[in-house]
């Protein structure tokens, strides 16, 4: 299979220049700004199915899917169908809605794991609520999160670990007072003899332990189940809040998610993305008692006026009934195993250091042949390997998320050609990235 090097991006390259005029950086998302890999960022003007389309007319088979949320590929047809009717009512009352209701009801009736739910706008805002809950709920100020989550942008969370291995945190970000980094603790994943050292020092202050129960924010860094029933039992016994940000895995491993999947019930969970079928929703939920502390029912204060927009709430309906048909999550992740194993035999038969960390229909490429469960197990030069890849993909029309700690999507619109031709492609692709 032959890569042509003669694709054009001058339309892109131009918006990309314009951009930098209005926008930090030319972007409205850092990541967007493709600076771990090499040109300008692709400006997209179409999407159909699995595939999307630039500016310069190029097609890209697409597995960033809008970071996630595009589970049922682009421009799916009930989606745009039902946002069309609800946009033609208006856009926003700032009143309830019966869509709200539908869609709150839709997922509680399929998600044994909670009994309420609040919409917000964002997985970050989710987040951020969900933190402020557990503190309110527990009376007690400290988080822990984990060296390779992300929870989005919360002042609370853009923090790693200081020096040595059980510490507090210090900001990933300027602009985070150290007071509110030293809120939060910070321990490595998959090490349950660093949680016991962290409880037994902090047990009393801790208000909750969030973690991605799928961490795919940095590599797919899949944990053992017996880790996260650990963690449950150690929270519990110290009566400390665990959340699932389940902003990624959530409606995307299964509609419960991680919890559904391991069996594992936390006491807060956060979703985002698919949840709002491409549009900006995210949402936190718990038991009907956690939930009561939230405003108007209880003290913790939380709102928007674009809350549970009608407009989201329909493309978030219209996505998500077509997610409790039976078969949707087992047919994808058939697709995705075929996917992946194609693409490790060819590279096992060539003796290539690679791996496709994958679970339901996310994976991850990974150019050695270990399992990484953390953070800190990632060789950074490996993504020099990444570059090449994504470089070579974007010649002949595969479109990863642009950087080597970025999962991939696949989904429902993803047909079984697409997956042959997109194999084939990426094969090829790191034939040259192993060369480089
Ligand atoms: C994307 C993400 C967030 C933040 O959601 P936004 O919609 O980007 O604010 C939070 N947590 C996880 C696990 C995510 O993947």
Request: net charge negative; proline share 5%; glycine share 10%.
């Amino acid at each position: 299979m032959q890569v042509t090097n003669t694709i054009n991006r001058e339309k892109s390259a131009a918006l990309f220049e314009e951009a930098k005029q209005y926008f930090p950086g030319g972007v409205n998302s850092p990541v967007r700004a493709f600076k771990s890999v090499s040109g300008p960022p692709l400006f997209i003007e179409s999407g159909e199915g699995c595939r999307m389309q630039d500016v310069d007319g190029n097609t890209y088979i697409d597995f960033c899917c809008s970071w996630g949320p595009l589970i049922l590929g682009h421009n799916n047809t009930a989606i745009r169908e039902k946002v069309m009717a609800t946009v033609a009512k208006g856009t926003s009352f700032g009143t309830p809605t019966q869509l709200g209701n539908e869609l709150g009801k839709l997922i509680l009736d399929h998600n044994s794991f909670i009994d309420k739910i609040r919409f917000v706008s964002s997985g970050t805002e989710a987040v951020m609520s969900a933190i402020r809950l557990a503190r309110g709920v527990t009376g007690r100020s400290k988080v822990v999160k984990f060296e390779g989550c992300y929870h989005g942008h919360v002042d609370s969370l853009m923090v790693k670990a200081g020096s040595g291995l059980v510490t507090f945190g210090v900001s990933t970000s300027a602009g985070i007072p150290p007071e509110f980094a030293q809120e939060t603790l910070v321990l490595p994943l998959d090490r349950p003899d660093l949680l016991d050292e962290l409880l037994a020092k902090h047990a009393s202050e801790i208000a909750c332990i969030i973690l991605e129960p799928i961490p795919a924010n940095n590599g797919l860094l899949l944990q053992d189940k017996a880790f996260l029933e650990t963690l449950r039992e150690k929270t519990k016994a110290h009566d400390i809040l665990l959340i699932f940000d389940e902003v990624i895995s959530g409606f995307r491993v299964g509609f419960e998610g991680a919890a559904g999947h391991y069996g594992i019930q936390p006491d807060i969970l956060t979703y985002g993305k698919i949840i709002g079928g491409g549009m900006p929703v995210g949402a936190y939920a718990a038991s009907s008692e956690i939930m009561s502390h939230i405003a108007p029912d209880g003290p913790v204060y939380q709102a928007g006026p674009l809350s549970a927009n009608p407009v989201a709430m329909a493309a978030g309906y219209a996505a998500l009934q077509q997610l409790v048909q039976p078969g949707f999550y087992e047919g994808l992740a058939a697709k995705t195993e075929a996917f992946v194993q194609g693409i490790l035999n060819y590279c096992k038969d060539k003796g290539y250091a690679f791996s496709m960390p994958h679970i339901g229909s996310i994976f991850w490429i990974a150019f050695t042949n270990d399992r990484i469960k953390r953070a800190d197990q990632i060789d950074p030069a490996s993504m020099e390997k990444f570059k090449v890849l994504h470089h070579e993909l974007l010649q002949s029309g595969v479109y990863l998320g642009p950087s080597g700690y970025e999962v991939g999507f696949i989904s429902a619109a993803h047909t079984d050609a697409a997956l042959a031709e997109a194999s084939e492609k990426i094969c090829a692709a790191i034939d040259v990235a192993m060369k480089g």
